[in-house]
């Protein structure tokens, strides 16, 4: 079982920033790939970044540019660093990590993100 811890949401105001935290404990070495996912209200839950447990990382079309995802091996941690918010980037924002073993699929909690215009 992997257990996964979010932290950092909050509000801020359009063009603020802010660094989401995910932190896993438990069997770590069974992840091959972590991500940020969110659900922002009356919307389905979307990719907004992803990095693989080679380094790779790949971004939603909407964050290029402004997020970057990171990764601290010795902390077992996992960044997301969100630059220019925009109002469109309200959401609850979920770290996912992938697994070799079953059941393959780990959420965390959830946290809010709030971006005010």
């Known amino acids: 079982q992997v257990q996964l811890v979010e932290s950092g949401g909050g509000l801020v105001q359009a063009g603020g920033s802010l660094r989401l935290s995910c932190a896993a404990s438990?069997?770590?070495?069974?992840?091959?790939?972590m991500g940020w996912y969110r659900r922002a209200p009356g919307k389905q839950r979307e990719l907004v970044a992803r990095?693989?447990?080679?380094?790779?990382?790949n971004y939603a079309d909407s964050v290029k540019g402004r997020f970057t995802i990171s990764r601290d091996g010795a902390k077992n941690t996992v960044y997301l660093q969100m630059n220019s918010l925009k109002p469109e980037d309200t959401a609850v924002y979920y770290c996912?990590?992938?697994?070799?073993?079953?059941?393959?699929?780990?959420w965390g909690q959830g946290t809010q993100v709030t971006v005010s215009s």
């Open positions: 438990g069997n770590i070495f069974s992840i091959n790939a």
């Open positions: 990095i693989t447990s080679g380094g790779s990382t």
């Open positions: 996912r990590a992938d697994s070799g073993n079953s059941p393959f699929v780990y």
